[in-house]
């Protein structure tokens, strides 16, 4: 399977733990794209990178939140000190830098539970 | 970025054609139209994508009027399997996966 691949699909954690998401692109795409989603809401943006550099960041992205593209490759994000609000779907997109529109390819999703 | 907005929900049965409609007054002369559907616990997956008249794909059809202040998604002979939120976003054609997206259409189509 060559697409967007997320791990783990489902986190359940306690309240004031620190939890990491991480999510291998499609390969060739150089663009990755964080998002989170509520139930019954559209997506929301949260970040992007550019290879390894981190070009926009969300107002939604508070400081608890991280992300990183070390190598231009895989990405993580991190929150920290979770509260009961993080509770939500993650998706991870990528696409190509140019040439392809706003054609992206999203991940499944890691569906965080905060208890 | 253009605001949109379309319907909560719709109802459907199969074998019907089903046609939903996004209002986007705002917007702006270099702006592309693109729809996404996205099934229960996936990520939203690209459909189809237009700036003016008529698209369209193995998938569906987009149609866009002149003044191009509202488009339509057309579904052919919906299955059960076409039941998902379908969004409808607008934006520059170059902004890759940074994307608005909207509360979107939830479809059921019925047997």
């Known amino acids: 399977d060559t697409g967007v691949s997320q791990d783990p699909r489902h986190k359940i954690t306690k309240r004031g733990q620190n939890v990491t998401f991480r999510c291998d692109p499609i390969?060739?795409?150089?663009?990755l794209y964080w998002y989170r989603q509520t139930l019954g809401q559209g997506p929301e943006f949260l970040t992007y990178?550019?290879?390894?550099?981190?070009?926009?960041k969300s107002r939604l992205l508070s400081d608890r939140f991280s992300a990183e593209r070390p190598k231009g490759s895989f990405s993580t994000l991190e929150i920290q000190r979770t509260e009961q609000g993080d509770s939500a779907m993650y998706l991870c997109?990528?696409?190509?830098?140019?040439?392809?529109?706003?054609?992206?390819?999203f991940g499944q999703g890691t569906r965080l539970t905060v208890v | 970025l253009a605001k949109t907005t379309q319907p909560i929900s719709m109802d459907s049965y199969e074998g019907q054609e089903v046609n939903i409609t996004c209002s986007h007054n705002?917007?702006?002369?270099?702006?592309?139209i693109t729809w996404y559907q996205q099934f229960p616990s996936q990520g939203p997956r690209f459909i189809i994508q237009?700036?003016?008249t008529k698209v369209t794909n193995e998938v569906a059809s987009l149609f866009i009027p002149a003044d191009r202040k509202s488009s339509t998604l057309s579904l052919p002979r919906v299955s059960l399997s076409d039941t998902a939120v379908y969004y409808c976003?607008?934006?520059?054609?170059?902004?890759?996966?940074?994307?608005?997206f909207g509360q979107g259409t939830e479809l059921s189509v019925k047997p």
């Open positions: 997109a990528s696409s190509l830098e140019v040439g392809t529109g706003t054609e992206a390819f």
């Open positions: 390969s060739e795409h150089n663009r």
């Open positions: 990178f550019q290879n390894e550099a981190q070009l926009e």
């Open positions: 705002n917007i702006a002369t270099n702006d592309y």
């Open positions: 237009g700036y003016k």
């Open positions: 976003l607008v934006g520059p054609y170059n902004q890759g996966g940074k994307l608005i």
